[in-house]
Nanobody
Framework: QVQLVESGGGLVQPGGSLRLSCAAS????????MGWYRHAPGKQRELVAA???????NYADSVEGRFTISRDNAKNTVYPRMNGLKPGNATVYYC????????WGQGTQVAVSS
C-alpha cells in the first residue's frame, strides 16, 4: 500500500501562484505514476498533471503552459506548481499514485478570489 499526504492548498488572488506537494510513503518502489486530479462539485474527477518515475509529464489542456509538475525521487514527493490561477481553478485537488492499485490523498482545497 501507498500512503499520500498532501499540503500547500489555500487562498490566492487571481493570477497568483501556489505550489502543492504530495509525499508518498509505504510501497513507494512500486509507484509508476504520480499525479494530481481536480474534483469540482457536480463533475467527474479529472487529471490536472502527472509525472512518471522516469520524468515524463502529462498536463490537461486547460493548464498547459501555466502548471508544472516536478518530482523529487529522493523525498518521494511531487510538486505541482500552479501559476496564473483563475477562479475556475478553485476546487479540491487530490494526489494520486498508480502502481498495481491506485492510492489517493485526502485532498487539499485551492481557492482563488480577490
Amino acid at each position: 500500500q501507498v500512503q499520500l499526504v498532501e499540503s500547500g492548498g489555500g487562498l490566492v488572488q487571481p493570477g497568483g501562484s501556489l505550489r502543492l506537494s504530495c509525499a508518498a510513503s509505504g510501497s513507494i518502489s512500486k509507484i509508476n505514476v504520480m499525479g494530481w486530479y481536480r474534483h469540482a462539485p457536480g463533475k467527474q474527477r479529472e487529471l490536472v498533471a502527472a509525472i512518471t518515475t522516469g520524468g515524463s509529464r502529462n498536463y490537461a489542456d486547460s493548464v498547459e503552459g501555466r502548471f508544472t509538475i516536478s518530482r523529487d525521487n529522493a523525498k518521494n514527493t511531487v510538486y505541482p506548481r500552479m501559476n496564473g490561477l483563475k477562479p475556475g481553478n478553485a476546487t479540491v485537488y487530490y494526489c494520486n499514485a498508480q502502481y498495481t492499485e491506485d492510492s489517493w490523498g485526502q485532498g487539499t482545497q485551492v481557492a482563488v478570489s480577490s
